[in-house]
């Protein structure tokens, strides 16, 4: 099992309840999209399983350790198996595109080999080949002021594929794309996966993104969990309950909200059919 | 007002600002505790324009004209202006070696142990406040003390000031390295600590890139209070500007004094010259 949670919950110092009761397997090499309206609890659910924060209630073991009773060495050694693409990419601007690529490795590579790295790119074919693969191989040596947020997000994305992680967990990671990037980039994060066998959770705000690239969809409502399915068995139903404190509208790419026309209950129907002239539905 | 949409307020209760009483508090405590301090130190500047007191000023002033320019003396003030520069040079430097370190230690912003919070909290707590309580004791002891204790053992001359220059500059830069790492943007260093990244590397790529130029202009304003401070030294006989001054003061020759301070003055335009090209390349 790459990941097992046993009625994992968070509270934050003020009394609110982020995340209840949560039960959840991964086993390694799986692929798990998370999906829920703002405020459900994905971004506490993703720094829970990337242990930047630690439950208040339950149990989280990642690859068969409880990390929060591990020693301090070990788990750092645990933090430099599992990547976490974060919503805002947390870059310096003054960064160079090649050195917030190469960052994430700093876990693997001894003290010496990082700070050497700043006076010369330890590994400058790697970090061109990360970013290639989010078409953006030009840019390797800008500073990343110089990006827009779109590409910013993909240099966030670029690190972490670099960074060659066991896990990959992926907070929105493609919220500032226009469609077909974001659908590119999912479709990058996929690929690294099944080819090192890598395990992903990923939050994603658009859900016809969720149910093309993940066969296993979580659906995350007030903290708790809605449902835990096959991407195919996902219904319609099941989704407009999930969005209905906001207005059972689905959201997709593009930012457009649109209304769940044709969505076979449990048949094979993976693509959503858009009718923006409907409105509501 | 035309077409503009006015959103309507509840008509009963108006809206006040919830912060305004604690402000207004806030203004009222500082003028009561300020009020007695003035009181104590002293304060009447309307003494300063009283008539024989101006006539004093004028006549101390008046002293230090025109600027001493023998080339005996120029020469002389060439080889203590080297001298002090050298001394501020070398004891910044040291103090570098100082806080550098104990900065990277204390800082908050590079925690591993509060990311969760995970384990070896309360070790990592211990040392941070062992470490601050250090730099608050080099610096809590005025340079002109150090100097004092070190013209004892080495003699006169610009060793002692150095070493002074050193402790209390280290503990300066020391304390206000470790603010200013925790007052920049933190996440990028605490996402790749959470990344399993070590501490140099979180320092270097994640906090760094962003703290660069405020530390740079710190430092070298340090310098520049460097240089003032080891005039001070001078007094006791930490050797440089201080000294020629000290011996020109004493012989009451103004001319001596106003050629130093001019020198002062070049010194601190240098420091500001330096500064803004470091940002500038820092940028």
């Known amino acids: 099992m790459a990941l097992v949670t046993h009625q994992l919950g968070l509270e934050h110092g003020n009394g609110l309840r982020a995340l209840h009761g949560l039960e959840l397997k991964l086993s390694i090499g799986e692929r798990v999209a998370v999906i829920g309206p703002s405020g459900a609890g994905k971004t506490s659910l993703i720094r829970l399983l990337g242990c930047a924060l630690r439950p208040t209630a339950g149990r989280l073991e990642l690859f068969g350790a409880n990390p929060w009773q591990l020693s301090a060495g070990d788990l750092r050694r645990l933090r430099t198996r599992i990547g976490t693409i974060h919503q805002a990419p947390p870059i310096p601007p003054r960064l160079r595109v090649i050195t917030a690529v190469l960052a994430g490795r700093l876990g693997r590579w001894p003290a010496w080999k990082g700070l050497l790295s700043l006076l010369y790119p330890a590994d400058i074919s790697g970090a061109q080949q990360a970013l290639a693969r989010l078409d ?17 997000q993909r240099v966030g994305i670029a690190r972490v594929l670099y960074q060659q992680p066991e896990l990959i967990l992926a907070d929105e990671p493609v919220s500032a794309l226009d469609p077909t990037l974001a659908d590119a980039a999912v479709g990058q994060i996929v690929a690294e996966a099944e080819q090192r066998g890598a395990t992903v959770l990923a939050s994603l705000h658009a859900v016809d993104l969720a149910l093309k690239w993940f066969p296993r969809v979580i659906g995350l409502r007030g903290g708790e ?48 059919r858009i009718d923006n002239s409907r409105g509501l539905g | 007002m035309s077409g503009a949409q006015v959103v309507a307020l509840p008509m009963e209760t108006t809206l006040r600002d919830p912060d305004a009483r604690r402000r207004l508090g806030a203004v009222l405590f500082a003028l009561v505790v300020l009020w007695p301090l003035l009181q104590l130190a002293e304060f009447h500047p309307a ?72 384990p070896g909290r309360w070790r990592g707590h211990a040392l941070r406040t062992s470490c601050r309580a250090l730099l608050t004791v080099l610096r809590a002891i005025p340079e002109i003390v150090w100097a004092l204790m070190f013209v004892r053992v080495l003699g006169l001359g610009p060793a002692a000031g150095v070493l002074a220059l050193a402790i209390t500059y280290g503990g300066m830069l020391g304390k206000v390295y470790t603010e200013i790492l925790e007052s920049t943007d933190t996440r990028p260093a605490r996402a790749l600590l959470a990344g399993g990244s070590g501490r140099l590397g979180a320092l270097a790529y994640g906090l760094l890139p962003n703290a660069a130029q405020e530390l740079t202009s710190y430092t070298v304003y340090r310098w520049e209070c460097a240089v003032r401070a080891s005039v001070i030294m001078g007094f006791v006989g930490a050797g440089g500007l201080g000294q020629l001054m000290d011996q020109s003061m004493k012989m009451l020759n103004g001319g001596e004094a106003s050629s130093i301070l001019l020198v002062f003055l070049l010194l601190v335009l240098l420091a500001d010259a330096i500064s803004a090209g470091l940002r500038k390349a820092l940028a």
């Open chain 1, 136 to 152: 953006l191989a030009d840019r390797l040596f800008d500073r990343c002021d110089r990006l827009s947020g779109g590409q910013l």
């Open chain 1, 225 to 272: 969990l809605a449902f835990d399915l096959p991407a195919a068995q996902v219904s319609r139903e099941m989704l407009s309950e999930l969005y209905a404190s906001e207005g059972s509208v689905v959201p997709t790419q593009g930012n457009h909200p649109i209304a769940l026309q044709a969505f076979g209950d449990g048949g094979e129907a993976r693509v959503l």
């Open chain 2, 47 to 118: 003494v300063l324009f009283e008539a024989g007191n101006l006539n004093v000023m004028t006549g101390f002033l008046a002293g230090f004209l025109p600027p001493a320019r023998s080339p005996e003396f120029l020469g002389l003030l060439l080889k203590a202006t080297l001298e002090t520069l050298a001394i501020a040079t070398a004891g910044i430097t040291l103090a570098l070696l100082i806080a550098a370190p104990l900065a990277v230690i204390a800082t908050r912003a590079l925690s591993v142990a509060s990311i969760g919070p995970g």
